[in-house]
């Protein structure tokens, strides 16, 4: 894991090379400002003050340089990222004002997941210097549980079975002294039916499990965080087609979210009753795979007709889901790579909300927008319970048709929530098929920092 806390420094009136943040709108009356060194400098450089543009300002004498940094006004935690990247290495700061979020996408510019790398890619650190000093460990808390998410995400199915999954969220759970439980083998048989049924045809070392952190004083409000731990999804006996099963290592992503919201909470100390489930399972192929045709019973009771195997991540779920809700608590929140269906209507950016409860999502929402980490809302929308009807069963979890696939997928997991419970379902994509500013292709976090604004403003006070 990177060492964020080596990028960013509290100033102190420390040597540093000075920013400038210019507008495309104000570069003109800026440019006029300039002595005329800086204006050849800047028409050398072909600067014009586009987004995550810069040039490089000379000053009195040959070390006296600065920096003009071009800015979207609208560009949030990712104004800093381009510089922070492109820059040499040294220490930095705004010449007006402090970095605020922009620290964050600064921080994560300089991440690098190098693990499958011979020579790993090597660069100094470039330090943000930063008048808000109180922020800092926030800014660090954030980058390191983004990190998380993407270095578990980008890592190879061979290198991240349930096993693996297991071992990632004990170390979360070391760190904060969290107990850890996993269920697994007969008592995962007896408990949660349907995480072993999705998980039994992998071999002996990638067998499923539940996996639990609990953390936090029992007096506290009871928050439960669920996330879909398919380490890898071959569909099953409904194979999925090659350029399908490309990217499947990353079906795992709403655990990897979920278990770094939980590292966020117990950094933070946030006086909330933690309980983390995640089903972690290897869709795999093999004589005991379970069929099309088959009914599961679940923890809750329910009886599913399996209507395809690739619809496994709200099988696992549902029984996750049941349990979470036996504990009562004040707030469930689950995230899962879920429906490509998802992905048609919203593209890889805005993750899919469902929520139960009309102040969850209204506060999700708001939360969303202030710390720039977008989500848009779908509705659960109760007349499509038509089409998880089963001939023989309680439900179905694959209707036919191919319509509504995201609401009906989340219409399924809404039968394992008990009614009383406040839940939200974020269906998210947890990848970037194209690079960013601070956001390079592979894994990544979205809707992370949406959830733990939210939990912060409910429970932070």
Request: hydrophobic fraction near 45%; proline fraction near 7%; include cysteine.
């Amino acid at each position: 894991m990177t060492d964020f806390t080596s990028l960013i420094a509290a100033d102190r009136g420390q040597p540093a090379r000075s920013l400038t943040l210019i507008a495309k709108a104000d570069f003109a009356d800026w440019l006029k400002a300039q002595p005329p060194r800086v204006r050849a400098a800047v028409e050398g450089a072909r600067f014009e003050a586009k987004a995550d543009t810069l040039a490089i300002l000379p000053g009195d004498d040959a070390d006296a340089w600065s920096v003009a940094i071009g800015v979207d006004p609208a560009g949030g935690p990712w104004t800093l990222a381009s510089a922070a990247s492109k820059l040499p290495e040294g220490s930095y700061r705004l010449a007006e004002g402090a970095p605020g979020d922009a620290a964050l996408g600064w921080l994560l510019a300089q991440h690098r997941f190098d693990r499958y790398r011979e020579k790993p890619e090597t660069h100094g650190a470039r330090i943000l210097l930063t008048g808000e000093p109180a922020r800092i460990e926030e800014m660090v808390r954030l980058a390191e549980a983004t990190a998380l998410v993407r270095d578990l995400v980008d890592t190879g199915a061979g290198d991240m079975g349930p096993a693996e999954l297991a071992d990632a969220a004990k170390a979360v759970a070391d760190k904060y002294g969290a107990k850890f439980h996993v269920t697994q083998g007969d008592a995962l048989l007896e408990g949660y039916p349907m995480v072993h049924a999705v998980g039994r045809a992998a071999t002996k070392a990638r067998a499923p499990r539940l996996i639990e952190i609990e953390w936090g004083d029992p007096k506290n409000p009871l928050v439960a965080l669920v996330g879909k731990g398919v380490c890898f999804d071959s569909g099953g006996l409904d194979i999925k087609p090659a350029n399908g099963m490309l990217l499947m290592k990353k079906d795992m992503g709403g655990a990897a979210h979920a278990l770094a919201l939980a590292g966020l909470i117990m950094g933070a100390r946030l006086p909330v009753r933690l309980h983390l489930l995640i089903p972690a399972v290897e869709n795999a192929i093999s004589a005991d795979a379970f069929r099309p045709g088959d009914v599961l019973k679940s923890r809750k009771g329910l009886h599913v007709e399996i209507g395809n195997t690739d619809a496994e991540g709200r099988l696992i779920l549902g029984d996750a889901l049941a349990r979470a809700c036996e504990l009562k608590p004040a707030l469930l929140l689950d995230f899962a790579t879920l429906t490509g269906a998802a992905r048609v209507a919203l593209g890889p950016d805005l993750p899919a909300l469902f929520a139960n409860d009309e102040a969850l999502a209204v506060d999700l929402a708001a939360a969303a927008d202030s710390v720039a980490d977008p989500i848009w809302r779908l509705p659960l929308w109760q007349p499509y319970n038509e089409m998880l009807k089963s001939d023989v069963a309680d439900i179905n979890n694959a209707p036919g048709g191919g319509f509504a696939g995201t609401i009906t997928a989340a219409l399924f997991l809404e039968r394992f929530v008990a009614p009383s419970v406040p839940w939200a379902h974020l269906d998210t994509f947890a990848w970037r098929p194209t690079a960013k500013p601070g956001r390079p292709k592979g894994g990544d976090a979205l809707g992370l920092r949406a959830a733990w604004e939210l939990l912060r403003n409910r429970f932070e006070n």
